[in-house]
């Protein structure tokens, strides 16, 4: 029998309960893997706590996660019972077993195990479409990442350094720095000591940032605004310390007519081709040795409230996975 983690109603860690659940056979189109392991991303809590609207309850969280294909649904070809794969969404990856979309799923090239491919799809891909897509960083890019030591910030110092951008890091604490700074940034603020807007101003002469990559949201806005150059690009992708409330888009001009944008992951890869082509541009990377996912805190799938407890609390660094 299967097992999961269910959210029966919005809250904390502890609203969610390790339940048996049946799974049923894939439906036409769909397949179902033997969950390897899942990864654990700041999205689930938006989920848990309901700042993002909530499936039916109860529901499985959980984005991420790879594994083996034990069954096939009709219709579904180019994959076989045993293949490994990976996915980043649809949410219910918190579970033993599951049922996806065949066209969501990505093979594991060989030489990426299943702990490190479960850490890496969603953070990763976010990663890549952020510094490819959503702006196009080169060497002559100076930007500023907050959060760095986190999971998708020690991928991005990593990929970044490779680029040879300029990149200004913010993390908590100095061993999140040195973190960071192992990982590639080019310089890093310790933003619970240091004041960031004027740590920047001094690194880069007053020049400023062509662009700021913020996933903190309300404890950095707007301050994150004045460390663009006039016509620089405001990345806000997610809300760690809480969203931004209502903007008044004249902020906007008064910072140097600069832009913002508010991009998520499954919009970049909604066809299957911008899914292939994301996840083999990060398989790359990581076959290469150019970027090392790091899989700092590895949890029992049962103990998931504890996973959620020690990112909420900003005690993990790297990635989190758990293990069935
Ligand atoms: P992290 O591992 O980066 O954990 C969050 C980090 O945010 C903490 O470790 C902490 O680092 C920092 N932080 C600052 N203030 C707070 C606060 N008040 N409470 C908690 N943490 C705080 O998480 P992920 O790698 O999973 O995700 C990073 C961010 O990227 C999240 O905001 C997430 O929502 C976003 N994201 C967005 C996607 C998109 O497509 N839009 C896709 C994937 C992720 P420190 O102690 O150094 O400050």
């Known amino acids: 029998m299967a097992h999961a983690m269910r959210i029966h109603k919005v809250g904390g860690p502890d609203v969610m309960q390790y339940e048996q659940v049946e799974v ?27 700042l993002y609207p909530q499936p039916a309850h109860p529901f499985i969280p959980g984005m991420e996660g790879a594994g083996e294909v034990i069954a096939l649904g009709a219709g579904v070809t180019d994959l076989k019972v045993g293949d490994r794969v990976a996915y980043a969404g649809p949410p219910g990856g918190y579970a033993t077993e599951r049922l996806m979309p065949a066209d969501r799923v990505v093979k594991i090239p060989d030489g990426i195990d299943y702990k490190t491919a479960a850490a890496m799809m969603l953070q990763g891909m976010t990663v890549r479409y952020l510094i490819r897509k959503t702006y196009k960083v080169d060497k002559n890019t100076t930007l500023l990442w907050h959060a760095a030591a986190g999971g998708v ?161 900003r005690k993990t660094t790297g990635s989190i996975v758990l293990t069935p």
């Open 24 to 50: 049923a056979a894939p439906g036409a189109g769909q397949v179902k893997l033997k969950q390897h392991a899942i990864g654990v991303n700041y999205i689930d809590v938006y989920l848990r706590t309901g």
């Open 153 to 313: 910030g020690l991928i991005a110092c990593q990929w970044l350094k490779s680029i040879g951008a300029t990149v200004i890091a913010t993390a908590g604490g100095p061993e999140k720095c040195k973190m960071a700074l192992d990982a590639g940034a080019t310089h890093c603020i310790d933003y619970k000591k240091e004041n960031f807007v004027e740590r920047v101003k001094a690194i880069t002469g007053g020049k400023l940032c062509d662009v700021v990559y913020d996933s903190i949201g309300k404890d950095t806005f707007p301050a994150s605004l004045d460390c663009l150059k006039p016509l620089g690009l405001f990345v806000t992708f997610g809300n760690a310390s809480g969203p931004i409330e209502a903007v008044n888009p004249t902020i906007l001009s008064a910072k140097g007519s600069i832009y913002m944008t508010r991009p998520s992951l499954g919009n970049y890869i909604s066809t299957r081709a911008d899914l292939v082509e994301t996840a083999n541009d990060l398989f790359d990377v990581v076959k290469k040795g150019t970027v090392k996912i790091n899989v700092n805190h590895t949890y029992a799938l049962k103990d998931a409230a504890q996973a959620h407890k020690d990112l909420e609390s």
